[in-house]
């Protein structure tokens, strides 16, 4: 029990992410005096976060052995994409200065958003709710 521990505290940044969505474990105990973890990720992303974790904590990883699989069943649920509502004086350039950090990311705004926007010749109205890419 104390070796656990002892691991389980070296690693438990790998284990924080582990324990986050996307990610289920089957196993976290000592076998041949190392941590194993076992389980699966919701994807492909998840498991590099997870592996760049744990080299971050010991490039070696030597007291470590982790089998991570890839199940897209468990990938955490989409993020909803963020949106705007148009007021009366706002332009692209002006949502894009304040949403996308430069107005001249403006034309970002027209491809997030194909089936409102053609192009920046596009009117944009009060109450129009704009797709603001991330």
Known sequence: MERLDELKMKYQSVLNLTSGPGVQLAHVH???NKLF???ACGSEA???AIWSQIKAVDPSYSDLTCDLSIDPSIAPPPTPPK???VVA???L???AQEHLGNGAKFPELITA???RLK???SVIHPGDVLVIPS
């Open 46 to 48: 998840i498991k590099d």
């Open 93 to 95: 350039w002006k949502i």
């Open 119 to 121: 192009d920046q010749n």
């Open 30 to 32: 000592v076998q041949d």
């Open 83 to 85: 949106t705007y509502t």
């Open 89 to 91: 004086g706002d332009s």
């Open 37 to 39: 973890v076992q389980g």
């Open 113 to 115: 958003n194909p089936g």
